[in-house]
């Protein structure tokens, strides 16, 4: 059967000028106006945010199925659903992504789920969080575009998938963060050899600096993997919907529970899913999506609880820093999803992200960063509520290593000190 296309391609002609394999321009949401294929990132006509359309039309959905899983084990097994050459398995790139989709039967018990929730465990990315597949897919259109230098703002993670994936590719990498992240991020981005420099200021300060060296000579031949080159970084994130879909065997999940940061992860989860509907490579059926936010940086959960469609900035005050993003670029889109899919937003203390990423931990063996506290928090504030239904299947986000936070659980250690006797160990009580 051949399948609609997802985009016309009325500007085809300009996607020649570029190796990106299916993507054909790039089309505003807001207005619809499209471009070549380029490093820009805002609509000339409006100022909306411009994201990759594609051609579809020439996939059959049954040959598709079965290239996809002939793939290799990495997100370049849906190549032929990204803005990436044909041959991009065969170039230098840290291959991120087929990540576990864990079955968390126990933690399920523990929050009275019956209809099946599932962990999908980025930790297992080669930088240990899932920004090594936007990055990815950033790294190609940096190659396809002439650019000598790999760049970007960066809340922690991002930073270090950026200097990995520019060492591995031979790029120069120089990265720019909150002068007072989390001394486990800061390390794990300086390893890699290439420049990273602290901004004074959170992290809307870091990212207006980086638009503003984007327009100056200094930032010539620089691609900012979320900045210029954005609209194809933020395609990666569409690879953990796939990934989860194909892993639930070519099935939809009921409700899927994601973090917010800039919004561009949740946003970019709907439109992977809304992708597979068409291509016919899963049965179109209602799902929802939630997003999950630290009550420290909530502008989108805020907006939402408000009726509001315009999300007001917020100045973070929040461990989970790497959600710590005041203005979220995508929060109106988020409220969008959110409200046509019957999901909602919510919000937990740093207390309840603490609890949240112990108990996930103690039920499941995975230690989760932060960001992976607030998804797990918000999921059982959730089902506290009565917002999510226990008997449908459920996805939980977790984006990140808990080793990269570890002050969030600082205080965890020790259970006993003995001396090395039996006497001792039965003094203590742990027989």
Known sequence: MAVQTVASTTDSATANAVDLGPATALSCRECGHRVPLGPVFACEECFGPLEIAYDFSAHDTEELRKRIEAGPANIWRYAPLLPVPADVAAKP??????????????????????????????????????????????????????????????????????????????????????????????????????????????????NRFCSELIGDPAGEGWGFVNVNLRPYYAEGSKTLAYEICEQLGWRLPDQLVVPIASGSQLTKIDKGLQELIRLGL???????????????????????????????????????????????????????IARRTGGAVEDVTDEQIVDAIKLLARTEGIFAETAGGVTVGVTKKLLESGALDPSLTTVVLNTGDGLKTLDAVAGTGLTATIRPSLESFREAGLV
């Open 93 to 206: 790139n840290l291959n991120p992504g087929w990540t576990k989709l864990v079955q968390a039967d126990n933690l399920a018990r523990e929050l009275g789920v019956t209809g099946g929730l599932y962990v999908k465990d980025d930790s297992g990315n080669p930088t240990h969080s899932f920004k090594d597949r936007v990055v990815a897919q950033a790294l190609e259109a940096a190659r396809a575009f002439g650019f000598t230098t790999l760049s970007c703002s960066s809340t922690g993670n991002l930073a270090g998938a950026v200097g990995a994936a520019a060492a591995r590719a031979g790029f120069r990498s120089c990265v720019f963060i909150p002068h007072d992240l989390e001394q486990g991020k800061v390390v794990m981005a300086a390893v890699y050899g290439g420049e990273l420099v602290g901004i004074e200021g959170n992290y809307d300060d870091v």
């Open 282 to 336: 899963v049965e179109d059926r209602p799902y929802k999506i939630f997003g999950a936010q630290a009550e420290g940086c909530s502008p989108v959960s805020t907006a939402y609880k408000a009726g509001h469609d315009v999300v007001r900035p917020q100045k973070p005050d929040t461990i989970a820093k790497s959600l710590a993003i005041g203005n979220p670029a995508d929060g109106p889109y988020v409220l969008d």
